[in-house]
């Protein structure tokens, strides 16, 4: 009940392509939904989070879509730089207060 | 304005023993959440703690204890080590309010290796 899956488990993609990842959860309890980037040696860092009330959020170059009947959210990274090569997580947070991850995604962008 | 701060950077131990870690919240944050993600994994929350008690915790021993002090930094204390505790132990802060799930910012994080 309380798992986050989520997939591919590393990821390639060429400079100026779009970028994919996608997440399944069961817990319906979850309301909150953040996508975390994380780069080696950092703690993660927040880069777009969405509520069950939308079905897409879109920030700059980077958009969730949200699925609430299936139980799916995914990250579309639009235009991927190799800047943006780095572990991406999604995870979904309750009224308990904490955070449930999902096992990570290595994103690398090809030059 | 700072962000969340965490100490030590890196920290060696051996089985058996104890270790303290630190954290200092993001300024005006009153919420403290930690978290331990062992390598390629993504992180596990071990307990948070508001108004320096601890709201509510994960599936971790009681060899896991934390403290949260009145400037709302905190302290994770974790006893009798083994070598399956070598980790990232991630500190996160946020602002409570009331009926709404906050986002959680990070610090970078100790790296504690169990020898």
């Known amino acids: 009940q309380q798992q986050v899956k989520q997939s591919p488990q590393s990821l390639i993609v060429q400079k100026g392509g779009i970028s994919i990842i996608n997440c399944a959860y069961e817990?319906?309890?979850?309301?909150?939904f953040p996508w975390y980037q994380q780069f080696p040696g950092k703690g993660p860092a927040l880069l777009i989070a969405?509520?069950?009330d939308v079905s897409e959020k879109k920030e700059g170059r980077f958009t969730i879509s949200f699925n609430k009947s299936a139980k799916q959210f995914s990250l579309h990274i639009m235009d991927s730089q190799p800047g943006d090569s780095a572990t991406y997580f999604c995870?979904?947070?309750?009224?308990?207060?904490?955070?449930?991850w999902g096992a990570g995604t290595k994103l690398i962008i090809k030059p | 304005d700072a962000g969340v701060t965490q100490s030590p950077t890196h920290l060696i131990k051996t089985r058996g023993q104890q270790v303290t870690l630190r954290c200092s919240p993001k300024s005006g944050h009153d919420t403290v959440s930690w978290y331990q993600q062992a390598l390629g994994q993504g992180p596990q929350f071990i307990f948070q703690?508001?108004?320096?008690?601890?709201?509510q915790r994960g599936n971790f021993p009681d060899r896991f204890s934390g403290h949260q002090f009145p400037n709302y930094s905190s302290e994770l204390n974790v006893n009798a080590l083994l070598l399956g505790d070598s980790a990232l132990y991630l500190c996160?802060?946020?602002?409570?309010?009331?009926?709404?799930?906050?986002?959680?910012?990070f610090g970078p994080g100790t790296r504690l290796t169990v020898l």
């Open positions: 703690y508001y108004e320096e008690e601890e709201r």
């Open positions: 996160a802060s946020s602002l409570d309010l009331a009926a709404s799930y906050n986002e959680q910012f």
């Open positions: 817990n319906t309890a979850f309301d909150y």
């Open positions: 995870a979904g947070g309750d009224s308990n207060y904490q955070l449930i």
């Open positions: 969405i509520r069950p």
